[in-house]
């Protein structure tokens, strides 16, 4: 019998963190290049902000 390695989405929090993110900003319009784009950025402000490199992220609601 072969080794099976069934790897998992999402891996960690970040990644979980980073698709629900996207899934609630209306990335519906982005085109693949721009949603992996948009996914490597939102990612790694995640890590840094948890490392501490990067000032907290500040978020401002806009009412319609």
């Known amino acids: 019998m072969s080794d099976i390695n069934l ?4 891996k960690n929090k970040f990644e979980a963190l980073t698709m629900l993110y996207l899934e609630h900003h209306g990335v519906k319009s982005l ?25 907290p ?5 806009i009412n319609i």
């Open 7 to 10: 790897s998992t989405f999402p």
């Open 57 to 61: 992220i500040r978020v401002s609601k």
């Open 31 to 55: 085109n693949p290049e721009e949603f992996l784009d948009k996914y490597e950025e939102v990612y790694k402000r995640m890590k840094d902000h948890a490392s501490g490199d990067q000032p």
